[in-house]
């Protein structure tokens, strides 16, 4: 869990927030907006599979990049 909080501290925070709320420093500035994790409308629609692809392969059209080659 620890791993995975500090990769989440280094590479999501800065836009997602650190409580994922999307109101990290940067979240601030983009359009559109980072996404918000804690809405329970969020992972209603999405699977760990559709999580997983949106961050290897990012996300068209926002300012989230793939991290497919940087992560593994």
């Known amino acids: 869990v620890q791993r995975g909080r500090d990769l ?6 800065f836009c997602h927030g650190t409580s994922g709320k999307g109101d990290g420093p940067a979240g601030a500035a ?6 918000n994790f804690s809405d329970p409308a969020f992972w209603k629609s999405r699977s760990p599979e ?5 961050i290897v392969n990012g ?7 793939p991290f497919g080659q940087s992560l593994k």
């Open 8 to 13: 989440y501290d280094s590479r999501c925070s």
């Open 50 to 54: 559709m999580i997983r692809l949106l």
């Open 59 to 65: 996300k068209p059209g926002t300012a989230m990049v």
């Open 30 to 35: 983009l359009q559109p907006k980072p996404t």
